[in-house]
T-cell receptor, first 115, second 115 residues
Framework: AQSVSQHNHHVILSEAASLELGCNYSYGGTVNLFWYVQYPGQHLQLLLK??????LVKGIKGFEAEFIKSKFSFNLRKPSVQWSDTAEYFC?????????????FGAGTRLAVHP | DAMVIQNPRYQVTQFGKPVTLSCSQTLNHNVMYWYQQKSSQAPKLLFH???????NEADTPDNFQSRRPNTSFCFLDIRSPGLGDAAMYLC??????????????FGPGTRLTVT
């Protein structure tokens, strides 16, 4: 079955620390890849997405992610986190098959950034 | 602002008492989705509508039904809620189901409690 694994359920960082959240998926075909963020009390919002082309994609608020096809990974990075980055982060994969697309989510990583 | 709206934000129902959750959108998107998200778990797709075409996921229990009377509205009906159905229910929309225009926009969710 297709699945998405996020390596850390909880991450605690101090402001200005660097962030990397791991995401691996199990699907051998073509995929679209997404990172969504959910700030406290708010709805899921798209952070960035990969459809094709340059495997290093840049999103909002200084986030970027790198698609490594050989490793089935799409890790999220930010060089210097801020307190306002405290949120839950979801990796999602969109396998291209079955006539339509659907998102398969990872279980999420809760990030807490301390001042 | 165009958006996805879910009502109510919090719903309490009794064991076995039918309940309906509502979703509306001002994005004029063709596709509407319903997800179930239990605590500390990934959002799980229950079903989606592409226009009037209903698409149920294979593992969605019969207890869950959906209606889409028009483009803007979509309802989730739980015929006989059990304690295991307590969760956050997320509604999402996308313009299309395939291609680069595929991107899902989420509502704030309805948190369902079953007593």
């Amino acid at each position: 079955a297709q699945s998405v694994s996020q390596h850390n359920h909880h991450v605690i960082l101090s402001e200005a620390a660097s962030l990397e959240l791991g995401c691996n998926y199990s699907y051998g075909g073509t995929v679209n890849l997404f990172w969504y963020v959910q700030y406290p009390g708010q709805h899921l919002q798209l952070l960035l997405k990969y459809f094709s082309g340059d495997p290093l994609v840049k999103g909002i608020k200084g986030f970027e992610a790198e698609f490594i096809k050989s490793k089935f990974s799409f890790n999220l990075r930010k060089p210097s986190v801020q307190w306002s980055d405290t949120a839950e982060y979801f990796c999602a994969v969109n396998p291209l098959s079955g006539g339509y697309n659907k998102l398969i989510f990872g279980a999420g990583t809760r990030l807490a950034v301390h001042p | 602002d165009a958006m996805v709206i879910q009502n109510p934000r919090y719903q309490v129902t009794q064991f076995g008492k039918p309940v309906t959750l509502s979703c509306s959108q001002t994005l004029n998107h063709n596709v509407m989705y319903w997800y179930q998200q239990k605590s500390s778990q990934a959002p799980k797709l229950l079903f989606h509508y592409y226009d009037k075409d209903f698409n149920n996921e294979a593992d969605t229990p019969d207890n869950f039904q959906s209606r889409r009377p028009n483009t803007s509205f979509c309802f989730l009906d739980i015929r006989s809620p059990g304690l295991g159905d307590a969760a956050m229910y997320l509604c999402a929309t996308s313009k299309l189901r395939t291609g680069s225009a595929y991107e899902q926009y989420f509502g704030p969710g309805t948190r369902l409690t079953v007593t």
